[in-house]
T-cell receptor, first 109, second 114 residues
């Protein structure tokens, strides 16, 4: 494969916080994207990180550590509508996106 | 149309038949992409085009061809469909991944090859 991994499935409770991790290995790196995909729908953009650190956008935050090949997506105050798959993808040296298989997030009341 | 559209929404196709999936965007994006998405696998790039008149091969190009005659349209053709090409196909466009611009995705085409 293309050396990008994320958990297959996670379960969390409405109102709680969940962290979805993504690890990657690549010799060429030009940033990392997170997308949300509801069942039967197209992926939609959530965040982009190219520098180390935390980017906050409302209830969603994304973190990147380039030296560790690691990113996470943090979702706060979970709502039922957050039930979806979350896809991480890194931008390689050819500026092509290499995608993880996605993490299916199940929110329980 | 405001965005990116794909047609058909879904299709059942006999093996050996030729099929063209259509993709049109009205955002004047230079770059366009075709992906396939299979259960348990990430999105895999089939072909891409960085600008009208140019195309390139992605990770899984065999059995597929593309053309980019103008900025808006990026059709994907399966010359002779095989069952392993059963998948959901997404077209996407971007104003420039190299500048951190996101990809916008079409609604997808669900293709079944029997």
């Amino acid at each position: 494969g293309q050396n990008i991994d994320q958990p297959t499935e996670m379960t969390a409770t409405e109102g709680a916080i969940v962290q979805i991790n993504c690890t990657y290995q690549t010799s060429g790196f030009n940033g990392l994207f997170w997308y949300q995909q509801h069942a039967g729908e197209a992926p939609t953009f959530l965040s982009y990180n190219v520098l180390d650190g935390l980017e906050e956008k409302g209830r969603f935050s994304s973190f990147l550590s380039r030296s560790k090949g690691y990113s996470y997506l943090l979702l706060k105050e979970l709502q039922m509508k957050d039930s979806a798959s979350y896809l991480c993808a890194y931008l390689n040296s050819n500026y092509q996106l290499i995608w993880g298989a996605g993490t299916k997030l199940i929110i329980k009341p | 149309i405001a965005g990116i559209t794909q047609a058909p929404t879904s299709q059942i196709l006999a093996a050996g038949r030729r099929m063209t999936l259509r993709c049109t965007q009205d955002m004047r994006h230079n770059a366009m992409y075709w992906y396939r998405q299979d259960l348990g696998l990430g999105l895999r790039l089939i072909h891409y085009s960085n600008t009208a008149g140019t195309t390139g091969k992605g990770e899984v190009p065999d059995g597929y061809s593309v053309s980019r005659a103008n900025t808006d349209d990026f059709p994907l053709t399966l010359a002779s469909a095989v069952p392993s090409q059963t998948s959901v196909y997404f077209c996407a466009s971007s104003d420039g991944l190299d500048r951190g611009h996101e990809q916008f995705f079409g609604p997808g085409t669900r293709l079944t090859v029997l």
